[in-house]
C-alpha cells in the first residue's frame, strides 16, 4: 500500500489545538483528499475525529469543540494501491498499558508486511492493510519496555523505507523524519507554541514562523506546554535520498522545503529547460496550475537569449508568456483521482483554452511531468482543436521510468508512458509537433544538490532503499526483523 499524505502537530500553552490542527490540515489539503482526521488530548484522556472525505466537509463546529486539549496531531491522506476506507483514515489511535497513542504518516515502508507478521505472530491484531498501523504496533510494544526516545529509535532502526511522522504520546507531541529525510517536514513557532507539519505553508496559515526543516533521522519531542521542543539525532544519516517530485509537483509553491522555497524552485527549472531544450514559438504557456512556475522560468530565460544561448536583440522580446488555458476550479487534481476513467474526464472538465491566445500561433506548453500521458495527449487535442498552428511540449523534469515506492501514486511501469518508449514516442502519442524533457543534473542544479543525495528512482529506475525486484543507487540493506532487532543499538 502506498500513499500521499500531510501531517501536522501542534502543543499550545493552554489554548486548545483542535483548530490550529483544522487550519493547518487544510493548508495542506492538496496532499489528500480521501481522509481528514485529527487526534487531540486533554492532559487525562485522548479525543479523535477521523472521516472520509475533505477537511471542510470531515469537520464541523461541534466536531472540532469536542476535541479538547492544547496538544494534537493532524493528517490528510489519499490512497493509491490500497484501501479506499475509514479503516485506513489517519491518524492512527491506540490505547495500551503505557498510555495513549496517535500517529500520521507521510511516506512508504517497504518492510511493513515483515513487521506485520512477526506483530502478529506475538499476538497484534490488526484492523487496516497500511503500513502506519504497523509504525503504531511496534512502537507501542517499544514503549511498554523503553522510554519515549529509545522505544522510538528502536522502531526507526525496524522499519525501512520513507517516512514523516506526526505523533502524539499522550499529551507530548513528536515529529520523526526518515534517515534519508525522502518526505519533507519541518518545525515551525506560533505566539503560544510549535508546530511540527508537512510544508511551512501550514504554519504560514497559523500566522507561524518557519523554524527550520527536521533533519533527517531526527526526533522532535516538543513540550506539552508549548514552551520549546527537544532534538534527538537517533540515526545519522551516510547520504540524504530528499525527493526531488515534491519540488516538481507535489508541494506548494509558496512552501519552502530542505530550505528551497519551492516556486524559485520550478523557476529555475524553467530556466535550465530554456537552456536545454528552449524552441522559438508566439506563446509560452503553463498548463494551470502545474507549470506556471516553471514557464515563468522558461519565458524569462527565453527573453534574454535565443534558443541557442546568444544574447536576443532589444527588440527581439521573444516568446510572449500568456494564460492560454483557464481552470475550472471546482475540479480536483487529475494526477490524484483514484482511477483512470476519472482522471480522463476530468481534463476536459477542468481546462479550457483562450482562442485568441492559441489560434494560428505556435504554442510551447509547459508542464511539471507527464505521467501516464492522458492529460498531455488530450491538451495538446485541446490547442489544436482550437486552431494553433504548432504545439510544442516542454517538460521540468525528466522522464518518469518507474513506479514510486516512497508514496506517489505513479502506479506500476505499465501504465508510464515514458518507461517502454523514447520521447520521440511519446512525441508521436501526445500528437506534439515537440517534446523534450529536463536531465536529472539540471534538477540536481536545481536543488544545489549533489544527485546522490536525491530519490530519483522514478526517472532513473534506481532507489535509495532495498526494495525487492529493484535496483539500488547506494550500498543499502534493509533491517533484519526478528526478536533480537527492536532492542538492537539502543
Known amino acids: 500500500m502506498t500513499e500521499k499524505c500531510g501531517v501536522v502537530g501542534v502543543s499550545l500553552d493552554g489554548r486548545d489545538a483542535a483548530r490550529p490542527l483544522y487550519y493547518a490540515l487544510y493548508a495542506l489539503q492538496h496532499r489528500g483528499q480521501e481522509s481528514a482526521g485529527i487526534v487531540t488530548h486533554d492532559g487525562f484522556q485522548q479525543h479523535s475525529h477521523v472521516e472520509m472525505g475533505l477537511v471542510g466537509d470531515v469537520f464541523d463546529e461541534g466536531d472540532l469543540d469536542a476535541l479538547n486539549g492544547s496538544a494534537g496531531i493532524g493528517h490528510v491522506r489519499y490512497p493509491t494501491a490500497g484501501s479506499v476506507d475509514d479503516c485506513c483514515a489517519q491518524p492512527f489511535s491506540v490505547s495500551f498499558k503505557s498510555g495513549s497513542l496517535g500517529l500520521s504518516h507521510n511516506g512508504n515502508l517497504v518492510n511493513a508486511e515483515e513487521i506485520r507478521d512477526e506483530l ?133 509553491p509558496d512552501s519552502v522545503i530542505d530550505e528551497h522555497l519551492v516556486y524559485e524552485v520550478r523557476r529555475e527549472l524553467g530556466r535550465k529547460l530554456w537552456a536545454e531544450s528552449g524552441v522559438e514559438s508566439d506563446v509560452v504557456m503553463p498548463v494551470p496550475d502545474s507549470g506556471r512556475a516553471f514557464a515563468s522560468g522558461y519565458a524569462e530565460a527565453a527573453a534574454e537569449t535565443t534558443p541557442t544561448g546568444e544574447p536576443r536583440e532589444d527588440e527581439d522580446g521573444g516568446p510572449e508568456f500568456a494564460e492560454g488555458l483557464m481552470k475550472n476550479r471546482y475540479v480536483g487534481r487529475t494526477f490524484i483521482m483514484p482511477t483512470q476513467d476519472e482522471r480522463e474526464r476530468a481534463v476536459r472538465l477542468k481546462l479550457n483554452p483562450i482562442k485568441s491566445t492559441v489560434e494560428g500561433k505556435s504554442v510551447t506548453l509547459i508542464d511539471d511531468s507527464i505521467v501516464r500521458g492522458t492529460t498531455s495527449t488530450q491538451l495538446v487535442d485541446l490547442l489544436k482543436d482550437c486552431g494553433a498552428a504548432e504545439v510544442h511540449m516542454r517538460i521540468g523534469a525528466p522522464p518518469i521510468v518507474a513506479p514510486c515506492y516512497m508514496g506517489i501514486d505513479m502506479a506500476t511501469r505499465g501504465e508510464l508512458i515514458a518507461a517502454d518508449r523514447s520521447v520521440e514516442e511519446i512525441r508521436d502519442v501526445i500528437a506534439a509537433d515537440s517534446l523534450a524533457y529536463l536531465s536529472t543534473d539540471a534538477v540536481a542544479e536545481a536543488l544545489t544538490a549533489e544527485r546522490g543525495d536525491l530519490c530519483l528512482g522514478c526517472v532513473t529506475g534506481e532507489y535509495p532503499y532495498d526494495i525487492e525486484g529493484e535496483e539500488t543507487d547506494r550500498d543499502v540493506n534493509r533491517p533484519d526483523i526478528g526478536p533480537e532487532s527492536a532492542a538492537a543499538d539502543d
Not at 523505507?161 to 506526526?166: D, E, K, M, Q
Not at 526518515?178 to 510549535?194: A, E, H, K, Q, T
Not at 520549546?228 to 515534491?246: K, N
Open 120 to 252: 502478529a505472530g506475538l499476538g497484534h491484531a490488526f484492523t487496516s492493510d497500511g503500513d502506519t498501523e504497523v509504525i503504531a504496533h511496534d512502537l507501542a510494544r517499544n514503549l511498554l519496555e523503553a522510554d519515549l526516545v529509545r522505544a522510538v529509535k528502536r522502531t526507526m532502526n525496524r522499519i525501512h523505507g520513507s517516512y514523516s511522522l506526526t505523533i502524539s504520546h499522550d499529551d507530548t507531541v513528536l515529529g520523526v523524519r526518515d534517515p534519508r529525510g525522502n518526505r519533507p517536514l519541518c518545525i515551525g513557532s506560533v505566539d503560544d507554541g510549535y508546530v511540527i507539519a508537512s510544508e511551512s505553508a501550514a504554519i504560514d496559515t497559523l500566522d507561524g514562523e518557519l523554524v527550520r526543516d527536521v533533519r533527517p533521522g531526527e526526533l522532535v519531542v516538543l513540550e506539552p506546554d508549548g514552551s520549546g521542543f527537544d532534538s534527538y539525532q537517533l540515526v545519522e544519516p551516510d547520504r540524504t535520498a530528499h525527493c526531488f517530485f515534491e519540488h516538481v509537483y507535489f508541494a506548494r
